[in-house]
C-alpha cells in the first residue's frame, strides 16, 4: 500500500484523517486524563495537559492553575507534572531543588510511591474503562436476541419475493423445528438439517395463527461485516451485498463462499453481486490471515474480509446494564489477550509480522470502519483503547508499564534508580517506541501492501 492506494481505497484521504484523528484524541484523551485525575486526587499537581504535540493552537489556565492545550500534531498527548522537566516526565531537577519539602509532595517525583504508581497505572486503565464502557453501550443499543427468534426487518435480497414477514416468530424452517439458543450444538444441528436452497417453507406464528411462508435460506451469502485492509474491501463491496456466484456457478449459501475462499489456495476469483437490485461483477484475489485459536496459539487461512448473517434482521430485547458490562469487561479482555498473544506469536516468528499496523493501516482501518456507520466507528475505538491500553503496560522505560517497572524497583530496593541511569534507560525506551512506530509504518507502505 502506498499514500495514492490509500487515497482511492477511500475517495478523500481528508475524511480518513479526520476519522483517525478523531479516533486517536478520543483516546489518548481519556489516557492522559486518567493520569491527571488520579494524580490530583493523590496530591500531585499538573503544569500541562496537552492534547496532541508541537505548536499550541489553543489553550487555557483553569484555577488550579493548570495549562489545558491543544495542540498541532494530533499523535498522542501527555501531562507534564510539576517537577517534570519535559512530556516523557524526566526530572527537572533545577526546579526541584528550589522547592520547599511541602511543594515536592506535590510533584511527580517527590510524591509517596503509592500516588507515583497509581497515577502512572492510571492512563492505561481508563482506556479499559472506555473500551468497556464502549462495549457495553453498543451491546445495549443493539440489543439480544430473546428465547423466541422473531422476524424483525428482512435483508435486501435477489428475486424471488418471500411470503416472510417482520413480526412472524418462527416456529420450523423447512420442517426442522426452531430449537432454542441455549444449546449450541442443537442450534448448529439444526442449522446444518436446513437444504441449501431458496425459496424455503416457514412455520410461523402470525397474529396468533400458525401459518405457512415461503422464505429465503436463513444464512445467505449476505456481506453483514466488512472487515477493513481486506480484500473484499479493496475490491468495492460493501455492507448489504449478496454474492450470488462465485466463477460463474450459482451459490445460495454462506457456507458456499467460505468453502470456496478456504480451499481456493489464494487464486483469484470472480464474485457475482446483488446490490440494491443491481447485478454486479468483482475480482479479488484471497489474502492470508494469521488468527487465534480457542486451544491458544494462531492458524493460517485464507480471507477475503466478510462475515455473513442471517437473512433478516433478529427482533431483539433489552439487555440488563448489569450483563451488558460484563460482557464489556469480556470483551476487553478478549482484546487485551489476543493483542499480548499476537505480538508474542509475531515475535517468536510463528505468524507474519504483517499483522502489525503502523499509523497509515491504523487511520485506513479509522476511515474503513468511519464508513461503515457509527458503530462499526466507535466499537473500533473501544478495541483500539484497549490495544493502546495494554501497549502502554509493556515494561518498556518511556511507557507507562517501564515507570511501574522503576516504581517496583523502588518499593524493593528502597530507592529510585539513579538520574543517570533512568536518562539512559529512557533513551533506550524512547529507541525501541520509535523503532516499533517505524516498523509499523514500513509495513504499513513497503513491506506489506
Known amino acids: 500500500m502506498d499514500i495514492f492506494s490509500l487515497i482511492s481505497g477511500f475517495g478523500n484521504v481528508f475524511w480518513v484523517i479526520i476519522a483517525f484523528v478523531v479516533a486517536l484524541s478520543v483516546i489518548v484523551a481519556i489516557h492522559e486524563y486518567g493520569h491527571y485525575i488520579v494524580g490530583r486526587w ?5 503544569d500541562v495537559f496537552s492534547l496532541g504535540f508541537g505548536p499550541v493552537i489553543w489553550s487555557r489556565f483553569d484555577k488550579r492553575g493548570t495549562k489545558w492545550q ?8 501527555y501531562v507534564k507534572f510539576k517537577g517534570d522537566a519535559n512530556a516523557a516526565s524526566g526530572k527537572d531537577e533545577g526546579a526541584m531543588a528550589e522547592m520547599s519539602e511541602e511543594d515536592r509532595r506535590h510533584t511527580m517525583h517527590g510524591a509517596p510511591l503509592w500516588a507515583r504508581a497509581a497515577t502512572a497505572a492510571a492512563g492505561p486503565v481508563f482506556n479499559f474503562i472506555l473500551s468497556t464502557a464502549i462495549f457495553a453501550l453498543v451491546f445495549i443499543s443493539r440489543g439480544q436476541i430473546g428465547d423466541d427468534l422473531v422476524v424483525g426487518e428482512l435483508q435486501d435480497l435477489p428475486p424471488p419475493a418471500y411470503e416472510l414477514r417482520a413480526g412472524d416468530e418462527i416456529i420450523a424452517i423447512a420442517g426442522q423445528t426452531m430449537p432454542g439458543f441455549g444449546d449450541v450444538q442443537i442450534f448448529n444441528a439444526f442449522s446444518d438439517a436446513i437444504p441449501l436452497e431458496t425459496p424455503l417453507d416457514y412455520q410461523v406464528m402470525r397474529d396468533g395463527s400458525s401459518v405457512s411462508a415461503s422464505g429465503p435460506y436463513p444464512y445467505p451469502p449476505i456481506v453483514s461485516h466488512l472487515a477493513p485492509q481486506s480484500a473484499a474491501y479493496a475490491a ?4 448489504g451485498d449478496v454474492i450470488t456466484a462465485i466463477d460463474g456457478t450459482r451459490i445460495t449459501g454462506f457456507s458456499e463462499l467460505k468453502k470456496a475462499v478456504e480451499t481456493g489456495e489464494g487464486r483469484a ?8 437490485g443491481e447485478t454486479l461483477e468483482f475480482t479479488l484475489v484471497p489474502r492470508r490471515m494469521d488468527e487465534p485459536q480457542a486451544e491458544g496459539g494462531f492458524k493460517t487461512y485464507w480471507r ?20 451488558a458490562v460484563w460482557r464489556g469487561i469480556v470483551q476487553t479482555g478478549r482484546i487485551i489477550e489476543g493483542s499480548v498473544s499476537g505480538l508474542y506469536h509475531m515475535i517468536t516468528g510463528a505468524i507474519s509480522s504483517c499483522n502489525l499496523s503502523g499509523p497509515v493501516g491504523i487511520a485506513q482501518t479509522s476511515g474503513a470502519m468511519a464508513s461503515q456507520g457509527v458503530m462499526s466507528f466507535v466499537w473500533f475505538i473501544g478495541v483500539l483503547s484497549a490495544a493502546i491500553g495494554m501497549l502502554n503496560l509493556f ?6 508499564g517501564g515507570h511501574l517497572v522503576f516504581f517496583a524497583y523502588e518499593a524493593v530496593v528502597g530507592r529510585p534508580p539513579s538520574d543517570q541511569a533512568l536518562r539512559v534507560l529512557m533513551s533506550i525506551g524512547l529507541f525501541l517506541v520509535l523503532s516499533l512506530m517505524v516498523f509499523g509504518l514500513l509495513n504499513d507502505t513497503i513491506r506489506c501492501p
Open 42 to 46: 493523590s496530591g500531585i499537581g499538573a
Open 70 to 77: 491543544i495542540a498541532a500534531l494530533p499523535l498522542g498527548g
Open 236 to 239: 468495492g463491496l460493501e455492507v
Open 269 to 276: 476469483m470472480l464474485l457475482t453481486v446483488w446490490r440494491m
Open 304 to 323: 477475503i474480509g466478510i462475515g455473513g448473517g442471517l437473512a433478516f434482521d433478529p427482533a431483539t430485547q433489552s439487555v440488563p446494564a448489569g450483563d
Open 395 to 400: 515494561p518498556i522505560p518511556m511507557l507507562d
